[in-house]
């Protein structure tokens, strides 16, 4: 019994001095707190935004004219392989093998199971499509799976895109 009425003393001496001292600090230094805040704060926060919306962006079909296939594939290596493959008749990863994106019908490769939002979107994958995912996925398809933040730089974006076309038994024309 001796043990626990020490460990309460203990306990309640120190609750006591960092009382104490609290009160000694408050009393040494003045807070000062200015008038107004030194950043106004709206009450209504704009959305936040790292680049240009979806429908804002550039035509990447200009880029493309300049892309560097070596380039795209380093990229593609840095930056896709992680959750995909690319090679004809490659296995899923997280995300669907790439052989054959330029042209495909979206969220349609054998095997891979792609969220509502992807499903959603029709069509076939385009370069401007391509282009739009690549940049920001879940602006693109808000609810989409894929968990990559997206590449920035218009190049870089088109060098991906060019290399991705190659990837095809039968690549699809070049833009004009």
Known sequence: MASFNT??????????????LGKVSNALVDPHFPAKPAIAVPEAAPEASSGPAVAELAPIGPKLKDANLEKG??????????????????????????????????ASHEGFSYSSALQGKGGDWTYEDINHMIFKPQAYAKGTKMAFAGLPKEQDRADII???????????????
């Not at 460990?7 to 104490?20: D, I, P, R, T």
């Not at 593609?76 to 093998?97: M, R, S, W, Y």
């Not at 060019?162 to 004009?176: C, G, I, K, W």
């Open 162 to 176: 060019a290399y991705l076309r190659t990837m095809h038994d039968e690549p699809l024309p070049p833009l004009p």
């Open 7 to 20: 460990m309460a003393g203990c306990f309640l001496a120190s609750a006591l001095f960092a009382m104490v």
């Open 73 to 106: 594939k380093a990229l593609f290596v840095q930056q896709c392989l992680t959750c995909h493959t690319i090679d004809k008749g490659g296995a899923n990863k997280v995300g669907p093998n790439q052989w054959d994106i330029v042209g495909r019908k979206k």
